[in-house]
């Protein structure tokens, strides 16, 4: 596989397009050329700070750019038709097929590109790919906010080596119960980040499958993604923050220390065995009365599931009144103190509300992507 590798990094290039483009902080060319292979269309997108981010053919069964249709996988190849151009944007063309018309839209902006995927058929496109080259020394972060994707023991298995560099990882984008936030937006140390604008679900590898690609794949029947290209990873954030709207600066008290525990017992004496009198979870009162009594500050306390029932510790959002006792009191006790509590919760429906909602078909359906 290697000797593939080195043939697609090194073939021999036939230009058959280049047009100059304006944008990404400096005038550059987006360059639209044939690999050796099978005629698949090589695209390179200028950064002025890096290396050109190339969409590029993988092997001769994996092209640059394609999309699914009934289930099969149709690679773009050959010359783009070019059916506009202006001083920021260029239309390419390609027919595959009798049936199908592929439209690829690329626009610069100061620091952007933006690119525009879409189908022209009476086919529907169910699923967007396309793979872009990378450096052997380049490393990716971004995605989700956990080291590894799936299971959370993941994060901590033996001889697990991946930090913030998710090269080598494979991250899935869509909704599922871990421990986990997810973006379809990536950082690259190339000086460029990759931001799938949408909803649908969709799959992230990088350069695990095939070493040297990174290979993106998302569900639907268009697909529009950008490219920020940046000189530091903090301006690459900055943009992207501002196109998908920045954080809300968090109120004063969430800057204070918080007390934290995984699991609430409620019992009937404190750790070291004096009997409870106090009406509420008898471990949230002892945190709170040792951190007054050792002078430590504390502006919000996190109470962990389970803080209701179920298997999730929160089925319906409802309180456990066994582990916590009078629970609306114990509430204005706490801010009483000038402490916020916090309830761990996940983005997902459990009890009789995921009972009505399976009845009412508000669940998504879900396959492997």
Not at 80 to 102: A, E, F, Y
């Amino acid at each position: 596989m290697r000797r593939i590798y080195t043939f697609i990094a090194n073939v021999f290039l036939l230009s058959i397009l280049a047009i100059v483009l304006t944008g990404c902080g400096k005038k550059g060319q987006v360059s639209v050329k044939l690999s050796g292979i099978k005629n698949y269309p090589v695209i390179a997108v200028p950064n002025p700070y890096g290396s050109a981010i190339t969409f590029a053919p993988i092997n001769a069964d994996t092209g640059s750019i394609g999309y699914e249709t009934n289930g099969n996988i149709n690679w773009l190849t050959g010359k783009p038709h070019l059916t506009q151009k202006q001083d920021s944007m260029i239309s390419l063309l390609w027919i595959v097929g009798n049936t199908d018309t592929v439209k690829m839209c690329i626009a610069t902006g100061t620091g952007e590109v933006s690119v525009k995927l879409g189908l022209s058929s009476e086919n529907v496109a169910t699923k967007w790919f396309f793979n872009t080259q990378a450096t052997d020394d380049e490393y990716f972060t971004g995605a989700l906010e956990r080291v590894v994707d799936g299971h959370q023991n993941k994060s901590w298995e033996p001889g697990l080596k991946t930090a913030l560099n998710l090269r080598n990882e494979r991250v899935e984008m869509k909704v599922k119960p871990t421990v986990a936030a997810y973006a379809p937006f990536y950082l690259s140390s190339n000086h460029y980040g990759l931001f799938v604008e949408g909803t649908w679900p969709g799959l992230f590898d990088f350069c695990k499958a095939s070493p040297g690609f990174v290979q993106v794949a998302f569900e639907g029947p268009a697909m529009a993604f950008k490219i920020y290209v940046a000189d530091s990873p903090q301006q690459i954030v900055q943009q992207h923050a501002l196109e998908t709207g920045p954080s809300f600066v968090p109120p004063r008290w969430a800057f204070g220390p918080w007390r934290w525990r995984d699991e609430h017992k409620h019992s009937n004496v404190y750790y070291e065995g004096s009997v409870v009198k106090a009406p509420y979870n008898s471990e949230v009162v002892e945190d709170i009365l040792m951190m007054q009594a050792y002078d430590i500050p504390c502006t919000a306390y996190w109470i962990d599931r389970p803080w209701g029932p179920g298997p999730f510790g929160y089925d319906d959002f409802e309180i456990d009144y066994n582990r916590l006792p009078q629970f609306e009191k114990m509430l204005s006790w706490l801010n009483a103190k000038d402490i916020e509590l916090m309830l761990w919760i996940g983005p997902w429906a459990c009890g009789t509300m995921a009972l009505e909602a399976r009845e009412k078909g508000y669940g998504l359906a879900d396959k492997e992507l």
